[in-house]
């Protein structure tokens, strides 16, 4: 049975005002951020913290497997390494367990490590993997979407308000993702200025950890990937780098309304007063179906994805300017925004989706109908990831940055992966 039918079966017994959450629970395999492989906890690999000249296991050496990671996706070979330690070969003494997962061991030398490895690929995995499931989201869309401003600000409100709405709380993988979030968030935030766009040859996860308070929920372990737009039409690009949008769990697909046809000349002129770049080339939002098409979802059954999609439309403080009532009213509710308090509040996430839906079937209807047909699990949304527009990558100083309704999209893949619980008031 898929997780569609599973999911809709579960999620119709239930209370029509009141829809609770039946998360998964353990034992967890762990799932790889990298290769995508599934393991059980204890095939884990270690990195040694320590070599040993003249004992063939414990010498540096060249990590072949790592390096045929590193080959497939074009990274740098690397020379010789710490050794991989394997913990079937030590006595159970020397294996340290947190809820019934191998965390550390200490090798022959009784020298612990608590570097654990992909026995498939010899990357380093999240801390947290096997401790609860790991949750991977693919952020998509064309080049100039806003990918990248779009995951800072939404990691900035996930981390310091939304969580806590929720009873949880969420903090970067490792101090090496934290200190890369939190650059991109003081250039935003405390220097008003944009981040750099994601290099194409960029494709490393960022790694968070999610846990709610209530200790019955296993922690979730989620792994972003932010595809460059250039990536996104480069069938080689996507062909070596795009494995993980398949195996995702969730995908966040971002649309700029400048990719609208329709809409371009009308949001030039209408914002002319902000002096915001528009430029005139721009990928069309159906151009990125048709690799995601050609790349993963042709090969699957009847030719549609089953993976939960949020279509993101980006950028929406750009449309309160169109004085066109045909398009999208002033007062409408995409440009107010709204806090999800301890549920996912389904009226609210009914009334946004609808209007943009219906904003979608005017303005790009090839767009919205390759959607209806190719993804069986949609969500519509606006969101501003500033709250204004950007001038030569500079945001002005004296415009005080509001992100509205960027976690919508968020908070609607983890109601759709049946970890937070749907309400109507």
């Known amino acids: 049975m898929g997780f569609l039918k ?59 497997v790592l390096n045929e990671y590193n080959k497939k996706i074009g990274k740098g070979l690397l020379g010789e390494i710490n050794p991989v330690v394997r913990a079937e070969s030590l006595p ?51 080049s100039q979407a806003g990918k990248s401003v779009y995951m800072t600000t939404l990691l900035y409100v996930l981390e310091r308000y939304t969580s806590e709405r929720i009873d949880a709380s969420m903090i970067a993988g490792s101090s090496t993702y934290n200190d890369e979030i939190r650059e991109n968030q003081e250039r935003i935030f405390d220097r008003n200025i944009m981040p750099d766009p994601t290099p194409k040859q960029h494709m490393e996860p960022l790694i968070e950890n999610f846990k709610f308070k209530d200790d019955k929920i296993p922690p979730i372990t989620l792994i972003f990937y932010d595809v460059p737009g250039e990536g996104m039409t480069d069938k080689g690009y996507i062909e070596k780098h795009g494995e993980h949008i398949k195996n995702s769990d969730g995908i966040i697909f971002l649309v700029d309304p400048l990719q609208m046809r329709a809409l371009r000349k009308k949001i030039n002129i ?6 915001g770049d528009f430029t005139e080339k721009y990928q069309e939002s159906k151009d990125i179906i048709v690799y995601l098409f050609e790349n993963f979802i042709s090969k699957q059954s009847r030719e549609r994805t089953p ?14 300017n169109l004085n066109d009532e045909e398009y999208i009213s002033k007062n409408s509710n995409i440009f107010k925004n709204y806090n999800h308090r301890k ?19 005017r303005v790009d209807s090839a767009f919205k109908g390759a959607m209806d047909t190719y993804f069986k699990t949609t969500g519509y949304f606006a969101v501003s990831s500033l709250g204004c527009n950007p001038h030569n990558l500079q945001i002005d100083s004296s415009t005080s940055i509001n992100p509205v309704r960027v ?14 619980d749907g309400g109507r008031e």
């Open 307 to 320: 993976i939960p999609t949020a279509v993101v439309i980006t950028k929406s403080d750009m449309l309160k």
């Open 92 to 142: 159970e003494s020397n294996k340290t367990r947190v809820d019934k997962v191998l965390i550390e061991i200490k090798d022959k030398y009784d020298i612990s490590t608590n570097e654990r490895l992909c026995p498939h690929c010899h990357n380093e995995l999240p801390i947290t993997s096997g401790r609860g499931p790991s949750k991977i989201i693919s952020v998509v869309g064309a």
């Open 343 to 361: 549920f996912f509040n389904l009226n609210e996430f009914e009334n946004i989706d609808g209007e943009v839906r219906k904003f979608l079937a």
């Open 270 to 275: 209408a914002n002319r007063e902000f002096k």
């Open 407 to 420: 976690d919508e999209p968020f908070l609607w893949l983890l109601y759709c992966m049946n970890y937070l």
């Open 6 to 64: 599973i999911f809709s079966e579960s999620r119709k017994k239930q209370n029509k005002y009141y829809i609770k959450a039946t998360y998964e629970k353990g034992p967890f395999m762990i799932k790889c951020p990298f290769c995508f492989k599934k393991f059980k906890t204890d095939q884990v690999v270690f990195r040694a913290s320590h070599s040993e000249k003249g004992d063939p296991e414990y010498e540096k050496t060249i990590d072949e």
